[in-house]
Each structure stands twice: as C-alpha cells, then as structure tokens.
C-alpha cells in the first residue's frame, strides 16, 4: 500500500480522482507529510504536472501516479518519480513505464565483428559537376 498513514487514501483516492481539487487543501495530505509519506518529489512532479495539463488534469494526473503505489508500492513509486524528475519526465505514462520496466531484464548485447563489411565500403562521390551548376547565376522563374 502506498499509505499506511491513519489517513490511508485507499478510499480516498477514488473521490479525490473525480473531484482533484479538494486533494491540495486535504487533511490526508497534510498527514502524509508529517508522516514523512510524501516526499518533496512528489511536489515537484505535482507542479510540472500543472503547468504542463492545467490545474485539475494535472491532480489528476498526481493521483494516478498515487495510485500506483497500490500496485508497485510507495517506494517503488518514490524511486520512479525521482527518476523521472532527473530525467526530466513530468507524465504518469513515464513514472508507470519506469516502475513496470524495472523488473525486466535486458539481454547484453554482443559487439559484434564487422571487418567483413569493409567489402560493401565505396568512394564517396565527386560532385563538383553539381556544385558547378550552383554557381551560375540562373533566373529563376516566378
């Protein structure tokens, strides 16, 4: 769970979804600071959201990624919203991307040889015959 704070937003979160204003003045969230459960970050990302969605899409947005600590947990969730604040990302697709691609593993690539290519290499082309035709002084026609 994301909160495990008396204000657990379990219930909460699904009102707050359709009515995201009333998330800012919230006594849910006042507790999950003091409690340490939302993390500067959070306020970050919350402000770029804004700015980029408007005030209510951009909550709603905030809320989303709240919602993921149901799934991933609150520190998976911390992690991916300060990864994706270094990287500059401010979209719930990126902080969802980062927590479900975390666990995947990614197969090393092999360098591979590629003397045999030198086979295919070609002289660059000349082209002065068209570099010529750049030079003259052509009318053109309107």
């Known amino acids: 769970m994301l909160f495990t704070t008396p204000a657990d937003p379990g219930p909460y979160l699904d009102v707050l979804e359709r009515k995201p204003g009333a998330l800012a003045g919230?006594?849910?969230l006042e507790q999950w600071r003091r409690a340490g459960r939302w993390p500067a970050s959070f306020d970050a990302l919350w402000q770029r959201l804004i700015e980029r969605q408007g005030r209510q899409p951009g909550t709603r947005a905030m809320i989303a990624v709240i919602q993921l600590?149901?799934?991933f947990g609150h520190d998976a969730v911390r992690q991916a919203v300060d990864s994706a604040l270094k990287l500059g990302c401010s979209d719930g697709a990126a902080i969802?991307?980062?927590?479900?691609c975390a666990g995947q593993r990614r197969p090393v690539l092999e360098v591979a040889e590629v003397g045999g290519l030198t086979r295919y290499d070609r002289?660059?082309?000349?082209?002065?015959?068209?570099?010529?035709?750049l030079d003259q002084d052509q009318e053109v026609a309107p």
């Open 26 to 28: 919230s006594t849910a």
């Open 69 to 71: 600590g149901k799934e």
């Open 96 to 100: 969802r991307y980062l927590l479900t």
């Open 123 to 133: 002289p660059m082309p000349c082209l002065k015959g068209y570099d010529r035709l």
